[in-house]
């Protein structure tokens, strides 16, 4: 998979995942949008560790500098 996302995408992503992963964990949003929202800061983690975005590749957007 090539790269698409950025490197302060990638940091931003992850913040924003990691956050919203512990929202679940420690509950500070209880039941199903907690769940919800933890299962999509799992994704921003996952996303931003291997800097792939698939909604990115569907929509052909790649903020990732690349030497040619």
């Given at each position: ?6 490197g ?32 999509l800061?799992?994704?921003?983690v ?16 790649n ?6």
């Amino acid at each position: 998979m090539p790269c698409n996302s950025g490197g302060m995408e990638r940091i931003i992503r992850g913040v924003l995942g990691v956050v919203l992963v512990l929202a679940w964990l420690l509950h500070w949003v209880p039941g199903t949008l907690g769940l919800i929202l933890g299962i999509l800061g799992a994704v921003f983690v996952v996303t931003a560790a291997i800097g792939f975005c698939p909604i990115f590749a569907v929509l052909k957007i790649n903020t990732c500098k690349t030497k040619s």
